[in-house]
């Protein structure tokens, strides 16, 4: 590197130091030329010349001593600037380096903040789906329950009505019997409802028909029931076997009345119902 020859600007501490050696140099030069006596001393005697020679002596003992101290000063000087020099990148670097460090703690918290919030969004929005999906599910799955059990039962009642037919068609028609009679009591429905019935190839006998007859309606033919699950819906068990309109419908008897009240139609029905479902009205025992 090629050296450069200055002058060093003076700062405040070298003006200073200056200062004090001048002061100090001065006193000792007036030291220096005033004698140790108050005599006064002839000039160009050999005592002057002594005294002389001895002023000059301590001049250059102050110059060297000024001279050396304003060397020392002046290295200290520049050793202190240099010092700060060099602090002064560092300390730059280092709040620079805080700076920094400052900023990416900050820049983490705001990611983290960031995630923390996505993660509560993805959350909610996956409950908030998985409870519509299982909303949907249980929807879908009561929706094919209700129709499979309505395919069911539109199935059961073709069957029946089907077969129903087939056996009303096979058995011989009603034979009017002008001469016989029957008395309007229960007596006389059952039998009446068996002579119908023993016509139409319907099996049962006057025990199974009275016994469920007296636990289905006690021998009422008006009887109504308005409180089980058939009310419910809307189509209440009635008469004295308690048919409920759509199994008289398609059970109903050809010949008998139409009106299911009808003590004869509405145990004729009942008999052709049983009989289908479970072989006679006498295998019959509770509610059917």
């Known amino acids: 590197m090629p050296k450069h020859s200055h002058s060093p600007t003076l700062t405040k501490h070298h003006k200073i130091a200056l200062a004090g050696v001048a002061t100090l140099g001065a006193a000792a030069l007036a030291f220096s030329a005033v004698p140790s006596s108050a005599e006064t001393v002839a000039t160009g005697s050999p005592q002057a010349a002594a005294q002389v020679a001895y002023g000059t002596e301590q001049i250059k003992n102050v110059k060297g001593t000024v001279t050396d101290q304003l060397a020392f000063q002046n290295v200290k000087v520049e050793a202190i600037a240099a010092k700060k020099k060099a602090a002064t990148p560092h300390t730059l670097h280092m709040a620079h380096v805080k700076q920094a460090h400052a900023l990416h703690v900050a820049h ?52 029946a009505a089907k077969q129903a037919a087939s056996r009303s068609a096979l058995r011989p028609q009603i034979q009017q019997v002008a001469a016989k009679t029957y008395s309007n009591t229960l007596d006389g429905w059952i039998r009446q409802a068996l002579d119908i019935m023993k016509a139409k190839g319907i099996p049962g006998s006057y025990n199974g028909l009275h016994r469920n007859i007296m636990r289905e309606s006690s021998g009422n033919p008006n009887a109504i029931n308005n409180w089980d699950i058939n009310a419910i819906n809307g189509i209440p068990s009635k008469g004295l076997l308690q048919v409920i309109p759509p199994t008289f419908a398609t059970y109903h008897v050809n010949g008998t009345s139409w009106n299911i009240y009808d003590p004869v139609a509405n145990i004729t029905a009942a008999a052709n119902y049983a009989a289908n479902r479970y072989g006679s009205i006498d295998n019959v025992n509770s509610a059917y």
Not at 108 to 115: G, I, L, P, R, S
Not at 129 to 157: G, I, L, M, R, S
């Open 108 to 159: 983490v918290k705001k990611v983290q903040a960031a995630h923390a919030a996505h993660t509560a969004h993805v959350k909610k929005a996956h409950a908030a789906h998985t409870a519509k999906v299982k909303a949907a599910h249980a929807a879908h799955v009561k929706h094919v329950e209700a129709a499979a059990k309505q395919a069911a039962h539109a199935a059961h009642v073709k069957h």
